[in-house]
């Protein structure tokens, strides 16, 4: 066998596992989708039939188009921010209350001014931490468990 044909061959076996891989991630995020909405109980019988008529599978033609169609479905619903915002956020609560406060005081004043809010937890044990460590902004660690505004010397 001539090593041309060889690597022709090679080619066909990884032209046919990319085709296997796009549809078996088409089918997984559908899946999940679909688990989402189930947990969320905002699903009713007429909507669940709806959807199981609606997964139809989608043709794609090339690697571009997958990698556009993978990146619409991750930003549709999804609601992010960068620490940096919640940084600015903080920092303006900090400075209105003129006196260091607590992270559970710092979470109650954020949820009340922000539609999107980390969870408790990943604000106290990530995003505080990064904002202290983040010179540009103005916030820091008081004491264990409390912040402030630092003001500029």
């Known amino acids: 066998m ?18 296997e891989r796009r ?12 688990l989402i909405h189930l947990e969320d109980n905002q699903i009713t019988k007429k909507t669940s039939e709806k ?6 599978p989608i043709n794609i033609k090339n690697e571009k188009e ?17 620490y940096k915002d919640y940084g600015f956020i903080i920092a303006s609560i900090l400075k209105e209350s003129g006196k260091p406060l607590s992270s559970k005081q710092v979470y109650r004043k954020l949820t009340e001014m922000c ?6 937890r990943n604000l106290v044990n990530n995003i505080l931490p990064k ?11 008081a004491m264990r468990g409390y912040w402030q505004y630092r003001l500029k010397t």
């Open 2 to 19: 001539d090593i041309r044909d060889e690597k022709c061959r090679v080619y066909e076996q990884l032209k046919l596992l990319m085709e």
């Open 23 to 34: 549809e078996l991630s088409r089918q997984y995020y559908d899946l999940k989708e679909y």
């Open 51 to 56: 959807l199981h008529r609606e997964v139809k």
């Open 66 to 82: 997958l990698q556009d169609f993978f990146t619409q479905r991750k930003t549709i619903g999804k609601l992010h921010r960068s």
């Open 115 to 120: 539609d999107v809010v980390p969870d408790y």
């Open 131 to 141: 904002i202290n460590r983040d010179e540009s902004l103005p916030v820091e660690r």
